[in-house]
């Protein structure tokens, strides 16, 4: 059986992943003065000039548009998989879209964004790379759904805040005591943690949390996040590759909609340790 395999471009994927698995994304939207395009059709200065900034997933027919053109290039059935529904009402459009397109469809919330994100993508295709049927190709992505963990730092918290993502009093906190935020994004929501003192020690705590979950035998299986950071994110990685040798690991850059909601300047590790029965073959 042939899967494909569809994601939003919340899901930070790198181009070279992208094309070397077949994997379909579609674009969010933001809105600047009641102009709205793609987030790839605007410079990131122009966006961050504007206060009144409005960001959107992609439609529904938008993806019954890809799960349709999917089919039509053979495919026997798709697996989309969204970021998180308590984040984007692209799930929802995920959904409908798929109820449109009339073929075997299932729609998975990865309840997680940007690199954990894509390391669930990237599990749903490895399993339909292997010929799995659409059942096994939802479990392998539910199983990475389970797995995935993402910390990141920010220069401060204030777009996290103005976006409700995370309190206005953990914000004030952080800017008075002139520390670097940290936050986990997981079950759908930003949670803060205990800030740290400076970003060599906030990179430091992302690497010592992702060790601390290993179980004996697993896989390590890595992305480096930033927004417009790329030499803090290779620092990452290279922090990373010092205390373990992931089988995968990249370097993935947020699009302008997550930019929006985090500011510029984020950097963060997002991480699944795969079980020593699991699939750990390279991206």
Sequence with gaps: MSVAIVTDSAAALPREIVDRHGITV???WVTVDGRSVHEDEIPLAELLAHRDV???G???GE???AITAAARRGADAVCVLTIAATMSSTHESAVLGARAAGCEVRVV???TAAGAQ???VLAAARAAADGAPLDRVEAAALAAVGQVRLVASVPDLDHLVRSGRVPGLAGRAGRALGLAPLFEFRDGAAHVLRPARGT???LDRMVARCRRDAPPGAALQVAALHARAPEQAEALLTRVRAVAEPEVAFVASFGLVMIVHTGPGLVGLAWRWVPA?????AA
Excluded: Y
Aim: hydrophobic share 40%.
């Design 277 to 281: 029965a699991g699939d750990g073959r």
């Design 58 to 60: 992609p439609t529904p």
């Design 109 to 111: 919330d990865t309840r």
């Design 200 to 202: 060599t020690a906030a």
């Design 118 to 120: 894509a390391l669930v």
């Design 54 to 56: 409005k960001t959107s």
């Design 26 to 28: 579609v674009p969010m």
């Design 63 to 65: 993806f019954e548009a």
